[in-house]
């Protein structure tokens, strides 16, 4: 039976299941992730990893960790971890698809709307003493009804953004690698080349992984090509886009808003200029969160250690070792 090393408490049923399977569990104490020291010590102790998205485990803390036959990242991106190399030392890397688009895809919705209707400003405005009388001018806001969405990267949570928007009366434009006719036809959906997609839309909302292409995929050119009026959502990754950039294209009023959930880096220091801007919504790295899908997505990640543990392959995996490592 092996040893799990899980990085934090979890929600759900999930340690409860791998010491049903026999496996011994050490949770990470506390709400802080371990450092990477502390990381790396743990996983040279493990049978398995059980990991969130702020666990970087580099190849080299891998290699050094001789035991260990899986990292189970209780996430559906995995770009805290390097599957290639993983694969390479014979671990196994695991994400939790399929269960978080729709719950993702409320919290996109959410910001998009709060963006949109300056929910966030206007509850900050009146918990001040703000709120004097009805007014004719303030917090004048944006339509969502009627209007247009870009949506880049259509995979399960872009198609459940797309679902969402089609109640709106959107007009839906998406970018992404591959063309879905199917979900073109059954939704109403636009395929835009990207520079179209951006000068198109009034909503951008970005559901990429981020990877090599897509690091910075949205930059001081494409703020650019924005329409001014046009507010971008972003519930995937900090680095797709170029905070920079970004910080000055709401400078320059190139865009009206933006509504973030993942920043560069997470947490995003206090010091940072986007708290300075009343059209910028943030969120701490909350769109999966409800209770029932991180229960779920905990589950996920043990059911894939309990079946490597167990000798076989597991549910999810994001990589194929050649030559995995034995229990
Ligand atoms: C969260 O960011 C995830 O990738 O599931």
Request: hydrophobic share 50%; charged share 15%.
């Amino acid at each position: 039976m092996g040893h799990v090393f899980i990085t934090r408490a979890v929600p759900g049923r999930a340690v409860e299941s791998l010491t049903a399977a026999g496996h011994s569990v050490q949770l990470w104490p506390g709400d802080l992730p371990p450092s990477p020291e502390a990381l790396a010590a743990a996983l040279a102790a493990a049978d398995a990893a059980f990991t969130t998205v702020v666990d970087f485990v580099s190849p080299a803390m891998l290699a050094a960790s001789r035991h260990l036959k899986i990292v189970a990242n209780m996430a559906v991106g995995y770009d805290n971890i390097d599957p290639a190399a993983a694969a390479e030392l014979g671990v196994w890397v695991t994400n939790t698809p399929g269960v978080l688009a729709e719950t993702t895809a409320d919290m996109a919705w959410a910001l998009l709307m709060a963006a949109a209707r300056n929910v966030v400003a206007s509850d900050r405005d009146t918990r001040a003493g703000g709120w004097k009388t009805w007014s004719p001018t303030g917090f004048l806001g944006v339509d969502v009804f009627g209007a247009t969405l870009g949506i880049v990267g259509l995979g399960e949570i872009g198609e459940a953004v797309a679902r969402r928007a089609t109640g709106f009366k959107m007009r839906i434009l998406y970018h992404s690698r591959t063309r879905k006719p199917a979900l073109e036809a059954d939704l109403g959906l636009e395929y835009a080349a990207f520079p179209d997609l951006l000068a198109g839309s009034d909503f951008i909302s970005l559901h990429t992984p981020l990877t090599p292409e897509t690091r910075g995929l949205m930059g001081a050119a494409e703020f650019a090509a924005m329409k001014p009026s046009a507010i971008l959502v972003n519930t995937s990754r900090g680095g797709v886009v170029d905070q920079d950039a970004l910080i000055e294209a709401l400078r320059s009023r190139a865009i009206a808003g933006a509504a973030l959930d993942v920043t560069t880096p997470e947490p995003l220091p206090l010091d940072s200029p986007l708290y300075t801007f009343p059209n910028v919504v943030i969120t701490p790295h909350i769109a999966s969160a409800s209770l029932a899908t991180r229960s779920r997505m905990a589950e996920m990640a043990a059911e894939n250690i309990i079946a490597v543990l167990g000798g076989g392959a597991p549910l999810h995996p994001v990589n194929r070792p050649t030559n995995p490592r034995h229990t």
